[in-house]
């Protein structure tokens, strides 16, 4: 489960869906960079959902997210896999093997990366995360 804190980091925001796909992709991935898409969408989901629970702004208004109780899981697939996971799909990074419903890391990047490198990311998501809601619970 992702839990981050709200408090505003000196860096400008990366976009909410984005950052939170990022970083329950890597909670979730086993060491070769694989994982199963209803792994990561409950992972996703659930991030929503405890905001939610703590009275934090679940996203801006008009968003999908926002009505995160009422979504059902093939909504919460619909938001993950059309943006911003099309956008990793699309540079590269990430494929979706939708007949195994797998989601895999291009195996020459995976391989490429050590520990640290996968380090850097997650705080960079985190502290896009931790902006972007700052901005949403002034």
């Given at each position: 489960m992702i839990q981050y804190s709200v408090a505003p980091p000196s860096t400008a925001a990366l976009p909410s869906l984005l950052s939170v796909l990022l970083a329950s992709l890597q909670s979730v991935c086993d060491k070769n960079g694989h994982t199963k898409v209803v792994d990561v969408l409950k992972t996703f989901w659930e991030f929503y959902k405890n905001r939610k629970e703590q009275g934090l702004a679940v996203e801006k208004p008009g968003m999908r997210m926002v009505?995160?109780?009422?979504?059902?899981?093939?909504?919460?697939?619909?938001?993950?896999?059309?943006?911003?996971?099309?956008?990793?799909?699309?540079?590269?990074?990430?494929?979706?093997?939708?007949?195994l419903a797998l989601i895999e890391m291009?195996?020459?990047?995976?391989?490429?990366?050590?520990?640290?490198?996968?380090?850097?990311p997650h705080r960079?998501?985190?502290k896009g995360i931790e902006t972007y809601y700052a901005r949403l619970n002034p």
């Amino acid at each position: 489960m992702i839990q981050y804190s709200v408090a505003p980091p000196s860096t400008a925001a990366l976009p909410s869906l984005l950052s939170v796909l990022l970083a329950s992709l890597q909670s979730v991935c086993d060491k070769n960079g694989h994982t199963k898409v209803v792994d990561v969408l409950k992972t996703f989901w659930e991030f929503y959902k405890n905001r939610k629970e703590q009275g934090l702004a679940v996203e801006k208004p008009g968003m999908r997210m926002v009505d995160v109780d009422n979504l059902i899981l093939d909504e919460v697939k619909q938001v993950l896999l059309s943006m911003p996971f099309e956008e990793f799909e699309r540079r590269h990074y990430f494929r979706y093997g939708r007949d195994l419903a797998l989601i895999e890391m291009k195996p020459s990047l995976w391989k490429q990366l050590a520990p640290e490198d996968i380090e850097e990311p997650h705080r960079a998501c985190k502290k896009g995360i931790e902006t972007y809601y700052a901005r949403l619970n002034p």
